[in-house]
């Protein structure tokens, strides 16, 4: 299962997000993230990596340049999400801002707009 100190991390960026729930993802257990019943962040049931939705061409830029970092996803890399190595130390205010991108994609406007504000 994923790391506690991984979790709580998680947890605190995600949820500090407007009208963020935390909710299983179909018949898992790992902490997945949704704002208005729209995931934008799942993790995975093993605790390693978590996937995200991201713009266009982010994922090859992230992927392509480190890719001991980020990964393209099983099913949902094909629709530009992507995956990242929570094993790997990684720099929190990078995944903090990529987080803020993919609720920002999923979200609504009105609640999107809250986090420029």
């Given amino acids: 299962m994923i790391d506690d100190e991984v979790a709580a991390r998680l947890r605190e960026i995600c ?22 019943g729209k995931l934008f962040v799942m993790t995975s049931e093993d605790g390693r990596s978590m996937t995200f939705k991201a713009g266009p061409g982010v994922q090859e830029a992230l992927v392509g340049s480190q890719p001991e970092r980020f990964f393209v996803p099983p099913y949902v890399g094909s629709k530009g999400w992507v995956g990242a190595w929570l094993t790997a130390g990684h720099d929190w205010d990078e995944l903090d801002e990529l987080i803020r991108d993919s609720y920002r994609l999923v979200a609504p406007r009105r609640l999107a707009a809250l986090l420029d504000a």
């Fill in 15 to 36: 949820l500090g997000l407007p009208e963020t729930e935390e909710q299983p993802f179909g018949g898992h257990t790992a902490p997945s993230f949704r704002v208005r």
